[in-house]
């Protein structure tokens, strides 16, 4: 391998510029990098190597890449600071308010020594990034002094409220991220306020998604037919002339599946800034001096333990921010009181 600083140490202060070669050809970036910069050995966290790829600064012949990238012998790699990239990601614990320690506990709805299952409320992020100081990652990191040895199985969207699973082993990360990958057995159930009376022969939305973002701008998805597969099952538990209480089960996992698929079929959800209709939450609910909350949240995770192989059932109490809306809408929530532990 080739570098414009042979001698450089993983923590360096300069951007580093590596040529790729040969015996490197055909290698996942994330994967090269995890080596190259320390990461397998413990030198510097794993979540940074994914930081900054996901923030772009990483990058490839001049382009972004994703972390499953293959690398081909000759590649230029530019690696940006990561001494200053360490110490952004450590100084984020110091963003952490009181206020959300105190309310972490709460958030905690399964734990055992191989994972942590957590009610993640709307708006927090699932990790840090650009302008969030800290995500859930971050501060059940400090909760349970785990540190880095505590990884996210999965995502689910910033303004979408409700389980989540986080590994506290790396056997267990990769028994997780297997099960939720497409071909995988997870079964997550979501619940969904929409707008209109949803049709009772529309029970499945097969519509295929390609993500889209321009310059300087938010990414969005839309349904495109050279998309991506994403399938969403739908079920109603309520209903009235206005207004629909859902259950969406995914086949899939597409970002912003179940919001893209429920606007497409002409049901926006309620609250739903990006796909949804402010007029249409306003005529909804016109007492509400601010738009509501998005009323997506996932309710159900069934997953096999990845240490007993028994099936676990995960539950998140829906958020109280549903309750005045859904008894203004005649709706009855479904009460998630328990969670159905596997037996050893």
Known sequence: ?????????????????????????GQRVDNFLL???GATHGEVPRALIYRILRKGEVRVNSGRVKPTTRLVAGDEIRIPPIKLQVDSLHAASDNISPAWLARAPELIIYE???LLAVNKPAGLAVHGGSNIPFGLIELMRQHTELGERLELAHRIDRD????IVLAKTRAALQ??????????????TYLAIVHGHWSKSLNRVDAPLQKWQGDGEAHR?????NGKVAITHFSILAANSHAS???????????HQIRVHAAHAGFPIVGDDKYGQRELDKRLLPQMVRR???LLHAYRLAITHPSTDAELTLTAPVPAAWKPISAQLNFILPQATHTEVPVP
């Open 175 to 188: 028994s997780l991220q297997m099960q939720f990958r497409p071909e995988g057995h997870a079964t997550k």
């Open 245 to 255: 209480l859902m259950q969406a089960r995914l086949e899939t996992g597409r970002t």
């Open 1 to 25: 391998m080739k570098s414009q600083k042979t001698q450089a140490q993983p923590l360096a202060h300069a951007v580093r510029r590596v040529i790729v070669d040969a015996h490197y050809a």
């Open 160 to 163: 979408t409220s409700g389980v």
């Open 292 to 294: 509501p909350p998005l």
């Open 112 to 114: 055992d020594e191989a």
């Open 221 to 225: 998805v839309e349904v495109d037919p």
């Open 35 to 37: 080596r190259e910069l």
